[in-house]
């Protein structure tokens, strides 16, 4: 499953936080389950950066935050030049939320 704009749209229509985070996790799903999760994590947060409203950092930052050594894996490569994005900011408020809800963490440096 590629993440696409239409697919985000189409999961994240709903109002209700319970239909919201079920929308949430499927999309969380498609990333784990897509060939390769860094070049999916990036797709999706580029897509996310073109909307408006709560899914431009917000959503984005909960989506990502339940990825664990991923996310934070994904942080190293992110362009460092780009630090003042918001991008950026999802990123590493992703990393932030994901360590403070004791998420397991593997560093490999």
């Known amino acids: 499953m590629v993440i696409t704009?239409?697919?985000?749209?189409?999961?994240?229509?709903?109002?209700?936080?319970?239909?919201?985070?079920?929308?949430?996790?499927?999309?969380?799903?498609?990333i784990k389950n897509s060939p390769n999760p860094q070049e999916a994590i990036g797709n999706f947060l580029a897509i996310c950066l073109t909307f408006g409203g709560s899914f431009r950092l917000d959503d984005p930052i909960d989506v990502l935050s339940q990825f664990g050594s991923e996310i934070e894996k994904f942080a190293r490569t992110y362009p460092h030049h780009d630090r003042q994005s918001d991008g950026w900011y999802i990123v590493i408020k992703a990393v932030g939320n994901m360590r403070r809800l004791n998420r397991k963490v593997c560093y490999a440096r």
């Open 5 to 30: 704009k239409d697919y985000i749209k189409k999961y994240h229509q709903p109002t209700f936080a319970h239909e919201k985070h079920r929308c949430r996790q499927m999309i969380v799903r498609a």
